[in-house]
């Protein structure tokens, strides 16, 4: 993330227009699409996840709506309810995706004041209710030898799929930096945030464990157990708020500036971000969540095709064309990265 997050914060471009001088004109077209459409999937299941956090917040006022009769059919794979909170959260996240870049920031900067300190609150309740003699620090794995080393690879796996999506996205955000050391505290920051996150979800999950019987590694699903309906409203708002930020981080203007790049005469980022609203509603996520086994399996592995391009632009830009390269030209069909047929690097380009 710091290596191509400096290549944004310096030379001021997206990675839909940066990984030009590394695949050609034309052919930066395939990575572009391609993280386009992982991006549009994301932001449709992320809206899903948003929606259980605004039926948990309903739920805290309003008891009686758990008992709200259904009228769609089973084979629907959804309810009635779960169709209004999908809507409602739809409707909620569309403004945010209105405003710039720029602006956007200060929607993190609430974040950040008010989500740590919810996190922060759970993990309390959750030494309070289970001592971590009991529950996290009691419960271990049964796996051994190699199922044990292959259960720890996937799940690196898992963890690296979600890094080299941001370290692709990272210019995105990093080319608005008022100057490029700006982006450095991320070598710092992220490790230890995301350290912290995830030891609060082990720690909550495993008073979880205790209290209820079974891994709810879903929080919102944890939440649904709680009969403190002030404590429950507060912290699904949290996870509320967390959603909105990551969806139009990680998912709407990543697609909006890959849009930008496909049809730049019709689309901005206001507009890219609008359609990846609409494509995503239209994505129908519960269909897709009633397999979510195979499907989280498949976009786990994204990596495949993500970490090469991060690879690919990392090294033509540091160390191929040593941070010498031609921004203008990178606008031009017909420039020097068009090299053979906009496809084919020479030895000599």
């Known amino acids: 993330m710091l290596l191509t997050?400096?290549?944004?914060?310096r030379l001021r471009v997206p990675f839909?227009?940066?990984n030009r001088s590394s695949f050609g004109f034309?052919?930066?077209?395939?990575?572009?699409?391609?993280?386009?459409?992982i991006a549009i999937t994301w932001f449709s299941i992320q809206t899903y996840n948003g929606s259980e956090c605004v039926y948990q917040m309903l739920k805290a006022i309003w008891p009686s709506i758990a008992n709200m009769p259904n009228h769609l059919p089973a084979s629907s794979n959804t309810t009635t309810v779960g169709m209004m909170c999908f809507l409602l959260y739809w409707i909620l996240q569309l403004p945010f995706m209105l405003l710039s870049p720029q602006r956007i920031r200060y929607l993190f900067m609430v974040k950040g004041a008010?989500?740590?300190f919810a996190w922060l609150a759970m993990v309390i309740w959750a030494f309070k209710k289970v001592p971590p003699s009991v529950g996290l620090f009691s419960q271990h794995t049964a796996l051994e030898g190699s199922e044990?080393?292959?259960a720890w690879l996937t799940a690196l796996n898992s963890v690296l799929s979600l890094y080299v999506g941001l370290a692709?996205?990272?210019?995105?955000?990093?080319?608005?930096a008022t100057h490029e050391s700006a982006q450095y505290t991320q070598g710092l920051i992220i490790p230890l945030a995301f350290t912290l996150c995830s030891f609060a979800g082990l720690a909550v999950t495993s008073a979880g464990m205790v209290l209820y019987g079974s891994a709810l590694?879903?929080?919102?699903?944890?939440?649904?157990?709680?009969?403190?309906?002030?404590?429950?409203?507060f912290a699904s708002a949290s996870f509320l708020l967390t959603t909105i930020g990551t969806n139009i981080s990680a998912n709407a203007l990543c697609a909006a500036n890959d849009l930008t790049v496909c049809f730049p005469r019709y689309?901005?980022?206001?507009?890219?971000?609008?359609?990846?609203?609409?494509?995503?509603f239209a994505f129908c996520p519960w269909e897709v969540l009633v397999n979510a086994t195979g499907f989280l399996t498949f976009l786990t592995g994204y990596t495949i095709f993500i970490g090469p391009f991060t690879g690919i632009m990392i090294v033509d830009y540091w160390l191929v064309h040593r941070t010498k390269v031609d921004v203008p030209a990178m606008y031009r069909p017909h420039g020097r990265y068009r090299y053979r047929g906009g496809i084919v690097r020479t030895w000599y380009s």
């Open 5 to 9: 997050g400096t290549i944004g914060a």
């Open 168 to 176: 692709v996205n990272i210019p995105d955000f990093t080319r608005y």
């Open 267 to 280: 689309v901005n980022l206001r507009r890219g971000q609008v359609i990846c609203a609409i494509v995503g």
């Open 148 to 150: 044990l080393a292959w």
């Open 26 to 37: 034309w052919f930066s077209y395939f990575p572009v699409v391609t993280r386009g459409i």
């Open 217 to 233: 590694w879903d929080p919102l699903q944890l939440i649904d157990h709680w009969d403190n309906r002030p404590a429950a409203f």
């Open 16 to 18: 839909s227009v940066l």
């Open 114 to 116: 008010i989500v740590p």
